[in-house]
């Protein structure tokens, strides 16, 4: 039975939302780096190979974070050596500093992806400078990446609240995008690392920023919020949505960060807006169940159990 | 700690959305009618007592379906004859029929719903009648309802999917809903049963109806858009949202009819948006994590794994 024949997808979006939107896949970075189980290689790559066959086109395949911090990444060279790299299919890396840009750029990646944090205490946290030193780390990787030929995407975490610090302002925000977007990155996307955030905080936020081209948004579903969070995205006028296949992931530096947004619960509601993203959700969500057996527990994503539970 | 120390309550609300949302809680009703172990009924008291204490003011107690229905709720009249019904705080009864509404007569009951399906299908495999007949049974229950001073609420099942039928078309979702208004019913439930509906769908049958005002809505969170769905109601000015404490429920008698939106979540929502609703977060979590160990599963509620997990 096809996943939709109980649902109603509309011909047309809804007046005030994009006819289009690009969904970046982030599962087989930001999910398998917080899965407490470490998938094998050979899975990793045919969860890409799926992911790819289920229409996504956009694959943030790893991370060259220093596999001491994430070790469930560790074999990303060989992931990258070994990856089956389809037409018209972005692999972007995540890369925390120089060094992992030197190890991105040997393995031949085209598109990488750097982090700033928004807030004090996460850039302590996580990555033990200060706000401004942190730019002393990044400022060369996205200089560099650019004079490479590369695409730079800037992830800012922890935009709406912080759990040391709560309520994050949102011209420090504002600031901290806009100095990745000046340097370089093409894009960024904006994370509500620990999913505390509500609709009209999402919408206070992006016309903060002005123009939404530039712009993604990253929403975890801690408190449940991920889906309303991203509907108030679009209609802010957002194009682009990072989720999760299944709705796996996380942030293993944040307290009560649980899963990101599911990829199949998006791609449900866009084929109810009728707004095209160009994935097939029943491999999508077939690939989800396949993957969440290899993780030995049960898909965090409601779309999924639904179809395939 | 508080609830909300890492989230970001906006002290007004945004444009078009309601000041104030009254929060119809179904979960001692639609919640544990669907759950596979049976509730004592002293669990049940101090369940409805501790949902009273947590602040909400409406209170959906039981149903006077037939026992061999739905035996979780079979101790409907023992329940009523125990219960200490507070100041302020409305105790509707589920009745299905008139013999059920002799029932919660006897037992004292001011408030009392009704329900209707929107669709053929689901007429006869629920009440073993087709769409007109069922009126045959509902309008004498309005009718003496209203004729012995009770407020009435009517539920509307499957206004937005159907398992048996697909969409249903919206004409047919307001020609079920109207008649139960005409008939003196002083509010209307929308449902979504089976929780295929996204936000452009709710938002266009909100329309069809016109007046928000004796409208509410009732999403179950099957493909995780009951809360997406909501803030388009909200936005349709729709003021009643049912929801269940804990995400408990569902409808036994529908396929892949998972729970229903959680109560916690969309509290979490409604301080965000700024929206008063007078419930108390932390000491409903805890009351939903304190029934989640009777029912020995984990809650699916977000915001109760997070707060309380």
Chains 1, 2 share one sequence.
Not at 30 to 55: H, I, W, Y
Not at 160 to 188: I, M, N, S, Y
Request: contains cysteine.
């Amino acid at each position: 039975m096809g996943a939709r024949e109980n649902g109603l997808p509309d011909t047309t979006p809804a007046d005030g939302l994009p006819a289009e939107v690009e969904i970046w896949e982030v599962g087989a970075r930001d999910g398998l780096q917080n899965e407490s189980t470490t998938v094998p290689l050979d899975v990793k790559l045919e969860f890409l190979d799926r992911l790819a066959d289920a229409g996504l086109t956009t694959l943030e395949a790893t991370s060259f974070v220093h596999p001491k911090w994430v070790p469930q990444l560790a074999d990303a060279e060989d992931l990258l050596a070994r990856l089956d790299r389809r037409p018209g299919v972005a692999y972007p890396v995540l890369v925390p500093n120089e060094r992992g840009l030197d190890r991105a750029l040997r393995a031949g990646v085209e598109h990488v992806a750097v982090f700033a944090s928004a807030t004090e205490s996460f850039a302590r946290r996580n990555l033990n400078r200060s706000l401004d030193e942190q730019f002393a780390m990044v400022d060369p990787v996205i200089t560099r990446a650019r004079a490479e030929g590369l695409q730079v995407r800037g992830y800012v975490s922890m935009c709406f609240g912080d759990p040391w610090e709560g309520p994050v302002p949102r011209e420090q925000v504002v600031a901290v995008g806009k100095r990745l977007l000046d340097l370089g990155c093409h894009r960024l996307s904006l994370g509500d690392t620990i999913g505390v955030a509500t609709p009209g905080q999402v919408t206070a936020l992006l016309a903060a920023f002005g123009d939404p081209d530039p712009l993604a948004v990253h929403f975890h579903d801690t408190y449940g919020q991920a889906l309303a969070n991203t509907l108030a995205a679009l209609r802010s006028g957002v194009r682009v949505v990072d989720s999760s296949a299944g709705g796996l992931g996380g942030c293993p530096y944040a307290e009560s960060a649980t899963g990101n947004l599911a990829t199949e619960d998006l791609v449900w509601m866009l084929d109810g807006l009728g707004i095209r993203h160009g994935v097939d959700l029943d491999a999508l969500a077939t690939t989800s169940a396949w993957l969440a057996d290899h993780l030995d527990r049960p898909s965090p994503s409601r779309v999924v159990r639904a179809l395939r539970g």
